[in-house]
């Protein structure tokens, strides 16, 4: 569960990237945020695994109230809130393997349950067969689908997608989606940011429509609205 209330934030330079902004969005629930560049997408984003803090307003993530949150707590939220980005951001010096793996080793997993649990997802985005190759011998679908497996290996409540699809071609963009759907239809709450128009037309889900940090549509099985 997802609950801003009034939420706003003001940067540094004055910009006011989100301006009291309330939503809701429950447990399991896709969302789709879409909106035209410098809308407040990725702000918004940031600030439900506290990659920014909001200057004014109330935000719940699960169990989690980020107006009390302690610092030693962000590791807990980000452990909630998985997080996939448009260029992947994968360590090019390890392996698939140790890609995922690694974000394991940090919540102190033992050997063996890392092991099994990567290959569990490995398996989910059906690239088991690439565990021992670099990021780099990946194509960039491979690639997302590695990230994928990363964030939600420790079964985050929410995956959020910021652009996920940004730099694949349609047909590489299906095999996202599919990916994100089958997370998805195990429970976990998806937010994914997207310009994309035609997967939003054609996947249907709630659209959250930010123009000026403000949601200006909540539409259940919405479009895209806006010219490609
Ligand atoms: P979107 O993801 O929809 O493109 P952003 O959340 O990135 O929108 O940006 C919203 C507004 O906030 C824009 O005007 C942008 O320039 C500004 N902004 C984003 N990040 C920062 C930052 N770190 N410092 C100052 N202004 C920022
Ligand atoms: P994206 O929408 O893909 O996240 P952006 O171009 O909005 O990419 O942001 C890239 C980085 O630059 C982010 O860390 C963001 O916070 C920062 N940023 C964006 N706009 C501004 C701005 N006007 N001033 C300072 N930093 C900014």
Do not use: C
Request: no cysteine.
């Amino acid at each position: 569960m997802i609950e801003m209330t009034d939420v706003s934030k003001v940067y540094k330079n004055g910009v006011t990237a989100i301006d009291s902004l309330t939503v809701k969005i429950d447990q399991g629930e896709f969302v789709y945020i879409v909106g035209p560049s410098g809308a407040g997408k990725s702000t918004f984003i940031k600030m439900l695994y506290r990659e920014e803090k909001p200057t004014q307003g109330k935000i719940v993530v699960g169990k989690f109230d980020l107006m009390k949150i302690k610092e030693r707590e962000v590791p807990l939220l980000r452990r909630y809130v998985g997080v996939v980005f448009q260029d992947f951001k994968l360590l090019p010096k390890l392996t698939v393997y140790e890609n995922i793996a690694y974000a394991m080793e940090v919540v102190e997993k033992t050997p063996e349950q890392i092991e099994k649990r990567v290959f569990e997802v490995l398996n989910l985005v059906n690239l088991k067969h690439k565990a021992r190759m670099f990021p780099n011998e990946l194509s960039g679908g491979e690639q997302q689908r590695i990230a994928i497996a990363r964030a939600i290996v420790n079964m985050p409540g929410i995956l959020i997608a910021d652009e996920p699809t940004g730099n694949l071609d349609p047909d590489t963009s299906l095999e996202i989606m599919n990916i994100l759907e089958e997370i998805n239809s195990q429970g976990t709450t998806i937010l994914m940011a997207t310009h994309n128009s035609q997967i939003v037309n054609d996947i249907k889900h709630r659209v959250l429509a930010v123009e000026n940090g403000r949601i200006v549509r909540d539409q259940l099985e919405g479009d895209y609205g806006y010219e490609a």
